[in-house]
């Protein structure tokens, strides 16, 4: 990346989900050396109790950890859906993005949350880029989601709305605030002059207008106003016609389902989630926090070190 990630803060999502096994596991992979550039934010009694657990007890103790909130013994429960679990993720998440945004970190990876738990503690949430968006003062639009796993970068217009809402709050802006999001993104991860891609909102780009006139009145209007800034971004068209082209360094998905299927069909359990358009940097892995396995010892944390390292390649394996 063009922006050097020397301090990263990694907190533990749902601390009754698989977030602190994979942090584990994932720190576990790391030279020490690796792992004196991350601190973990999160609960401590949850940390100790899993690392003794995986019997990682020695590695839990040489890890730098701020201790966010006070979930404590009796509210850890692996796969538990919970208000206070869910109320722990944000809370960590909160105060790691607070650090990266006062210069004590360079960016944060986040394990997974769950929304369920989270809208349990009365929190209105969304995802990892509302929450971006909140500490940092800015509107939820004007942070995105972009996921990157199976050789693919497509970032989301909209995420966890209905898609009639997001239909409904569709606008050209819109959509280039995402793009032009998007392209800073892939230029801090060294594509200097990325080809864009832009899905239709309807099957095949609308053809016209045969199948509606949202196209025509958002995504073609927005391609212009984007090409006119001297980006290279294709033509509308249905977004199975770019897949199977694969000739784009980024994609733009309208939609929640347009970005994630694609996306967890080529790397399941494998994909980083980046919360893009701010000035912190904060990724998380693509996938949930899988509560049916939590506190089984069956995590794979494969996905979460692959995040590390795309948000910081000097980050070594042992």
């Known amino acids: 990346m063009t922006q050097i990630v020397r301090k990263i803060g990694l907190t533990l999502g749902d601390p009754n989900g698989i977030g602190p096994e994979i ?13 004196q550039s991350i601190t973990v934010y999160g609960s401590k009694w949850v940390w100790e109790q899993t690392a003794k657990s995986l019997a990682l007890e020695s590695l839990a103790q040489q890890v730098q950890f701020k201790n966010i909130g006070d979930f404590s013994k009796t509210e850890f429960q692996p796969g538990i859906i919970s208000a206070l679990a869910g109320r722990s993720a944000v809370e960590s998440a909160t105060a790691a993005i607070q650090a990266c945004e006062s210069g004590d970190l360079d960016a944060v990876i986040a394990c997974p949350h769950h929304e369920t738990a989270i809208h349990q503690a009365g929190i209105a949430f969304s995802g990892y880029p509302s929450l971006v968006a ?37 606008t050209p802006d819109l959509i ?13 991860l060294g594509i200097e002059k990325p080809r864009v891609a832009m899905f239709g909102i309807n099957p095949h780009a609308s053809e016209g207008t045969l199948f509606g006139p949202e196209d025509l009145a958002n995504t073609v209007p927005a391609v212009r106003a984007l090409k006119a800034a001297g980006h290279d971004v294709s033509d509308p068209q249905g977004g199975d016609v770019f897949l199977a082209q694969r000739q784009h360094d980024l994609y733009v998905a309208i939609f929640h389902d347009q970005g994630h299927i694609p996306v967890k069909l080529l790397a399941p359990n ?10 912190v940097l904060l990724s998380s892995v693509g996938h949930g926090s899988a509560m049916d396995i939590a506190g ?3 995590a794979d944390s494969q996905g979460l070190l692959r995040t590390l390292q795309l948000i910081a390649p000097h980050l070594t394996r042992n």
């Not at 942090?23 to 792992?35: E, G, S």
């Not at 939820?140 to 972009?146: A, G, R, S, T």
């Open 23 to 35: 942090a584990l596991k994932a720190l576990n992979q790391l030279t020490a050396t690796a792992r």
């Open 134 to 170: 909140k500490v940092c003062g800015l509107k939820e639009d004007e942070v995105f989601l972009m996921l990157v796993g199976g050789s693919l970068r497509i970032v989301h217009v909209t995420l966890h709305e209905s898609v009639q809402t997001a239909l409904n709050r569709l």
């Open 176 to 188: 280039q605030r995402a793009t032009f999001a998007g392209i800073q993104a892939c230029t801090r």
């Open 270 to 279: 494998a994909a980083s989630a980046l919360s893009i358009g701010a000035q």
């Open 296 to 298: 089984k010892n069956l």
